[in-house]
């Protein structure tokens, strides 16, 4: 398995927001202490969303396939085994050593590690058949959401593909928002104390964005049409999750 310097980090990072080299630098420390929670609990709870990201990337044999904020390898594992080359990112060293650790029994030899951060990520231009992201772009500031999605599409061959897997939902202004977070209350608050706590947690982490600043599924749609791809779609999966892909013109 093979370990890639950061591309173009020093380039990239001159034309990043200070905001957001700040939030990269929060979110490093955040996955470094949490990363083995995230990979023993977390995971398991979005099955049904991985599923559906790897049911969007197709049947074909995928070539060189981007995975942004790959985490532990829940969904790099799976993609490689039908790319050519896989390119598994990640913030948070401790992430991509659990992914390592996972890949070192499999016959798989074309996973390569980068350590960075989304903002700071960066690969040659047309040089991608398939970026996949599965619950990691929520936590980037608004401004980074829109400069990810377009820095993708240059990344993309003609043809080529984004899907993305996420949280999406918005402050509550929607009356749809609105029915999602009202049956999670519900959920929550039926296991007792601790599923208040839980409800007061996620709904301070909503309203402040601090940690998670998820965006509507019409957000992303319109951020993909700007960035010039074409056969755009969305689909909800499960409560606040959704799929969102987009094709390269």
């Known amino acids: 398995m093979k370990i890639l310097d950061p591309p173009a980090a020093s380039v990239l990072a001159g034309r990043s927001s200070v905001a957001g080299r700040v939030a990269a630098g929060t979110q490093r420390r955040r996955w470094q202490r949490h990363a083995a929670a995230w990979e023993d609990h977390a995971v398991a709870g979005l099955e049904s969303v991985i599923e559906a990201v790897i049911a969007e990337t197709g049947r074909s044999p995928l070539g060189v396939v981007v995975d942004i904020g790959c985490g532990g390898g829940a969904l790099a594992l799976r993609l490689a085994a039908r790319a050519e080359r896989l390119i598994a990112v990640d913030v948070s060293p401790a992430m991509l050593e659990t992914l390592e650790q996972r890949a070192a029994g499999s016959a798989l030899d074309n996973i390569e590690l980068c350590c960075e951060s989304i903002e700071g990520f960066d ?52 009356q749809e928002d609105r029915r999602i977070l009202a049956r999670k209350a519900r959920v929550l608050v039926a296991r007792g104390p ?56």
């Not at 839980?198 to 509507?216: D, G």
């Not at 992303?220 to 987009?246: I, K, N």
């Open 194 to 249: 601790g599923g208040w706590w839980r409800v007061v947690k996620n709904a301070w982490r909503l309203l402040s964005r601090t940690v998670e600043r998820p965006v509507p599924i019409r957000t992303w749609t319109e951020m993909l049409h700007q960035a010039g791809f074409v056969d755009v779609t969305a689909r909800r999966v499960v409560s606040e999750a959704a799929v969102v892909t987009g094709t390269r013109r």
């Open 123 to 174: 690969v040659t231009e047309g040089s991608v058949d398939l970026v996949v992201s599965n619950y990691a772009l929520h936590h980037l500031l608004d401004r980074d959401k829109q400069r990810f999605v377009t820095k993708a599409a240059g990344w993309l061959r003609p043809g080529g593909k984004l899907v993305m897997g996420d949280m999406m939902i918005g402050r509550g202004l929607q």
